[in-house]
Nanobody, 119 residues
Framework: QVQLQESDPGLVKPSQTLSLTCTVSGASITTSYYYWSWIRQPPGKGLEWMGAIGYDGSTYYSSSLKTRTSIARDTSRNRFSLQLSSVIPEDTAVYYC???????????WGQGTQVTVSS
């Protein structure tokens, strides 16, 4: 059974960098051919795929967020991270980490963590 757990950053001020970590249990983040993804959902809106890091360390980003987004991994701790720079209030959302297959399905999700961008 695969489980994912997001960290809890709480309140983030505008212009700061949002940092989140997803800890994975029950599966290795280096196992072929899975991808480890970040998705967010602003209030009243749909899910937005932000990016992912693959089993081999390759990264992929949404075109709308790629200039501000960085995804990395720590294989020794079996976890991966998200950094979103220069945050604005519109970045307020519930942030999820998830496991994505090579054909684009999401079978395992974290519970999500609320991030509020406010001064």
């Amino acid at each position: 059974q695969v489980q994912l757990q997001e960290s809890d950053p709480g309140l983030v001020k505008p212009s700061q960098t949002l940092s989140l970590t997803c800890t994975v249990s029950g599966a290795s983040i280096t196992t072929s051919y899975y991808y480890w993804s970040w998705i967010r959902q602003p209030p009243g809106k749909g899910l937005e795929w932000m990016g992912a890091i693959g089993y081999d360390g390759s990264t992929y980003y949404s075109s709308s967020l790629k200039t501000r987004t960085s995804i990395a991994r720590d294989t020794s701790r079996n976890r991966f991270s998200l950094q979103l720079s220069s945050v604005i209030p519109e970045d307020t959302a519930v942030y999820y980490c998830a496991r994505e297959t090579w054909w684009g399905s999401f079978g395992s999700w974290g519970q999500g963590t609320q991030v509020t961008v406010s001064s």
